[in-house]
Nanobody, 115 residues
Framework: QVQLVESGGGTVQAGGSLRLSCTTS????????MAWYRQAPGRERELAAS???????SYADSVKGRFSISRDKTYKSTYLQMNSLKPGDTAVYYC?????????WGQGTQVTVSS
């Protein structure tokens, strides 16, 4: 069974940076699609960034140019580098893995950006 654990959240001032990590356990293949979602209070969960086989990345317009998703060669760790953070980036950030028709989620990590 695939399990995901996020880390790296915290509180930062506007303009600052954070790096989130997602560590996976269980059977992970090179076909896995990894993504970071976020959910702000009172809002629906939204896709922030994703990375699929071959390292192809995509980003929500709201984070493009500020966030960068990457993963290591083992596909066991996925990262989200977040720069130029804004108060609007405040949310719980969730790691997601899509593999063989199954979707797996981490427990989330809180990111708070103060103005």
């Amino acid at each position: 069974q695939v399990q995901l654990v996020e880390s790296g959240g915290g509180t930062v001032q506007a303009g600052g940076s954070l790096r989130l990590s997602c560590t996976t356990s269980g059977r992970i293949s090179g076909a896995v699609a990894m993504a970071w979602y976020r959910q702000a209070p009172g809002r629906e969960r939204e896709l922030a960034a994703s990375i699929v086989g071959g390292g192809i990345t995509s980003y929500a317009d709201s984070v493009k140019g500020r966030f960068s998703i990457s993963r290591d060669k083992t596909y066991k760790s996925t990262y989200l580098q977040m720069n130029s953070l804004k108060p609007g980036d405040t949310a719980v950030y969730y790691c997601n893995a899509e593999q063989w028709g199954h979707s797996h989620w981490g427990q989330g990590t809180q990111v708070t950006v103060s103005s």
